[in-house]
């Protein structure tokens, strides 16, 4: 098993060259290139402290105490790092059982994350169980196809928001799987599922166009494919235009490499997912992109 370390670096290199050659950023004029690692993670389900070392497949990897000394050591030797999660932060071991989520967004808040999508695990205190856990959080909650209109989440997420690194503006948005026959009724209560692919279009677009955004990501808990016609990372990446990158989350998939596919406009577009749990399979990916601006 290779280590946590060992294995960033070979994700670093392998998907930094792909997405260095990935997108149109030769018609931007400049002297300089600009650099960008995206760090990402997904389907943490609230394992804290590593598997136990029990002979399981995953013994003694994950856990918050060896993803932040990576992060830490990440941003000590870049100037400009973005950091994400997927969703389904919550659930799974008796860490949410007990607080309920309270542990898992003081981590993520502790590890400055950017920007973070919704799971349907997040669902599972409740609208109100996740709402009284934003108090921890100092991140945005990113869900563009959820109306929590009449809900104790109205005006407490955001359909997207726009960062500002190293002089590129990224564009971020989420998206939610169907929460309908999923996750119980009472638990996501008067919340509305709005179709993703329409949604995305429009997100994506006002993104591109009226923010002007260099670089625009999804935060997808949609799922990575499926063998039934089921709206996937894979469908998403087909039917929409101005996503440049999908971060997926749901079905647990570890990418050996970023897969990249055609959008709508035949335009490359490329979608990873890293596992779960932050296991040493499933840990962190670097993502590096160069990209010239203007001075």
Same mark, same amino acid.
């Given at each position: 098993?290779?280590?946590?370390?060992?294995? =960033?670096?070979?994700?670093?290199?392998?998907?930094? +060259?792909?997405?260095?050659?990935?997108?149109?950023?030769?018609?931007?004029?400049?002297?300089?290139?600009?650099? %960008?690692?995206?760090?990402?993670?997904?389907?943490?389900?609230?394992?804290?402290?590593?598997?136990?070392?029990?002979?399981?497949?995953?013994?003694?990897?994950?856990?918050?105490?060896?993803? !932040?000394?990576?992060? $830490?050591?990440?941003?000590?030797?870049? $100037?400009?790092?973005?950091?994400?999660? !997927?969703?389904?932060?919550?659930?799974?071991?008796? &860490?949410?059982?007990? &607080?309920?989520?309270?542990?898992?967004?003081?981590? %993520?808040?502790?590890?400055?994350?950017?920007?973070?999508?919704?799971?349907?695990?997040?669902?599972?205190?409740?609208?109100?169980?996740?709402?009284?856990?934003?108090?921890?959080?100092?991140?945005?909650? +990113?869900?563009?196809? &959820?109306?929590?209109?009449?809900?104790?989440?109205?005006?407490?997420?955001?359909?997207?928001?726009?960062?500002?690194?190293?002089?590129?503006?990224?564009?971020?948005?989420? =998206?939610?799987?169907? =929460?309908?026959?999923?996750?119980?009724?009472?638990?996501?209560?008067?919340?509305?599922? %709005?179709?993703?692919?329409?949604?995305?279009?429009?997100?994506?677009?006002?993104?591109?166009?009226?923010?002007?955004?260099?670089?625009?990501?999804?935060?997808?808990?949609?799922?990575?494919?499926?063998? &039934?016609?089921?709206?996937?990372?894979?469908?998403? /990446?087909?039917?929409?235009?101005?996503?440049? =990158?999908?971060?997926?989350?749901?079905?647990?998939?570890?990418?050996?490499?970023?897969?990249?596919?055609?959008?709508?406009?035949?335009? $490359?577009?490329?979608?990873?997912?890293?596992?779960?749990? !932050?296991?040493?399979?499933? /840990?962190?990916?670097?993502?590096?992109?160069?990209?010239?601006?203007?001075?």
């Amino acid at each position: 098993m290779q280590s946590r370390r060992s294995f =960033l670096k070979k994700a670093a290199i392998g998907s930094g +060259l792909m997405m260095a050659g990935s997108f149109p950023f030769e018609s931007f004029a400049a002297e300089e290139d600009k650099k %960008l690692v995206i760090l990402h993670t997904n389907d943490t389900h609230s394992r804290l402290e590593p598997f136990p070392l029990d002979g399981g497949k995953f013994e003694g990897q994950g856990g918050i105490a060896a993803r !932040a000394t990576l992060i $830490e050591e990440i941003r000590r030797a870049e $100037e400009q790092v973005l950091l994400l999660d !997927a969703g389904d932060i919550f659930q799974g071991t008796p &860490y949410f059982n007990l &607080y309920k989520g309270e542990p898992e967004m003081k981590a %993520l808040s502790m590890m400055k994350y950017d920007a973070i999508t919704m799971g349907n695990h997040d669902f599972d205190a409740g609208v109100e169980g996740f709402a009284k856990q934003l108090q921890h959080a100092n991140f945005p909650v +990113l869900v563009a196809n &959820y109306d929590f209109t009449d809900t104790p989440l109205e005006n407490k997420t955001q359909p997207y928001t726009v960062i500002k690194k190293n002089g590129m503006k990224i564009g971020v948005f989420g =998206l939610g799987v169907e =929460l309908k026959g999923l996750v119980p009724d009472d638990a996501y209560g008067k919340t509305k599922y %709005l179709e993703p692919i329409q949604i995305a279009n429009s997100v994506a677009n006002h993104l591109k166009k009226k923010e002007k955004c260099d670089m625009v990501i999804c935060l997808s808990h949609l799922g990575y494919e499926y063998d &039934y016609h089921k709206v996937s990372d894979k469908i998403l /990446a087909k039917e929409t235009d101005n996503i440049d =990158l999908i971060i997926g989350g749901h079905t647990h998939t570890f990418l050996e490499e970023p897969t990249v596919m055609k959008n709508k406009s035949g335009n $490359e577009i490329i979608i990873n997912q890293v596992g779960w749990a !932050a296991s040493d399979w499933g /840990a962190s990916i670097t993502v590096l992109i160069t990209k010239k601006v203007p001075n």
